[in-house]
């Protein structure tokens, strides 16, 4: 398809991040560079963060010529196509995550659907995925997999939220992915422990791309009998339950 089939000339851009503090030439690719090195205009989720990682990528990038806007659960859902504008001047705007690729588990994906509706291009660039990533070195079904968002922090419903995803993994030979707030991790792999069948396979990948790395699978039974510390380090969990 043509850049003709577009109703404005300017692009909406979903620019990657680090996962945390990596060697950015090792995680993201020279054309974020080139990309940053073109665009004033940003919609971010945090202001500080998102000046910092411009600045990673291009030191000598202009701060005071930026133009941030705000995209947060905070933000008037009434102002979202403001930040779009200068699309319609003809002028690109990249949206930026918090950490790895906008738009996936990530609230950018209000801007991305907000373009396709204003025929504004969406031009996704390659990063790091904390899910693909988990995924790859997991040895699970790659064939078929979920992505599971946070789980109840009710223990009674994440007790029940656990067997269901368990028990659809088995049934449909799939795997489950999901995170929790890091300060809640060692809990959450506890609740497992005692709540999943010994059999049942539990990916822990935990500080991708960092040098703290390490992405294990073992089976339940396995990791109950493993000490491991997860508090306040960010971690994919992936369950699967063999047919």
């Known amino acids: ?3 003709s089939a577009f109703q404005f000339s300017g692009k909406l851009y979903l620019i990657p991040t680090t996962l945390g503090d990596s ?3 090792e995680v993201l690719p020279v054309s974020i560079k080139t990309i940053i090195e073109k665009i004033d205009n940003y919609i971010v989720e945090n202001e500080k963060t998102a000046r910092k990682s411009i600045k990673q990528v291009l030191p000598e990038k202009s ?3 930026l133009q941030l806007n705000i995209l947060n659960k905070f933000t008037d859902p009434s102002i979202l ?3 779009l504008a200068p699309c319609k001047e003809g002028m690109d705007v990249g949206l ?3 950490a790895g690729c906008p738009g996936v588990a990530d609230p950018g994906a209000e801007i991305v659907k907000l373009a396709h509706e204003m025929g504004i291009q969406v031009v996704p660039l390659v990063g790091p995925s904390s899910i693909l990533l988990a995924m790859m070195g997991s040895g699970m079904n790659g064939q078929s997999f979920t992505f599971n968002g946070y789980l109840p922090i009710d223990k009674k419903e994440r007790k029940q939220a656990l067997k269901t995803l368990e028990r659809i993994s088995s049934e449909r030979n799939q795997a489950q992915l999901f995170i929790e707030t890091p ?3 060692n809990q959450l792999v506890e609740d497992m ?3 999943l069948n010994p059999a049942t396979k539990l990916c822990i990948a935990c500080d991708l ?3 703290s790395e390490f992405i294990i699978t073992k089976s339940i039974m396995d990791w109950s009998k493993t000490i491991v510390d997860l508090h306040k380090r960010p971690t994919m969990f992936i369950i699967q339950k063999d047919i």
């Open 1 to 3: 398809m043509s850049n």
């Open 23 to 25: 060697n950015i030439s």
């Open 63 to 65: 701060q005071p010529s």
């Open 81 to 83: 196509s403001t930040f």
């Open 96 to 98: 930026l995550s918090e």
């Open 183 to 185: 300060y809640r991790n």
């Open 193 to 195: 422990i005692q709540i």
């Open 209 to 211: 791309t960092l040098n």
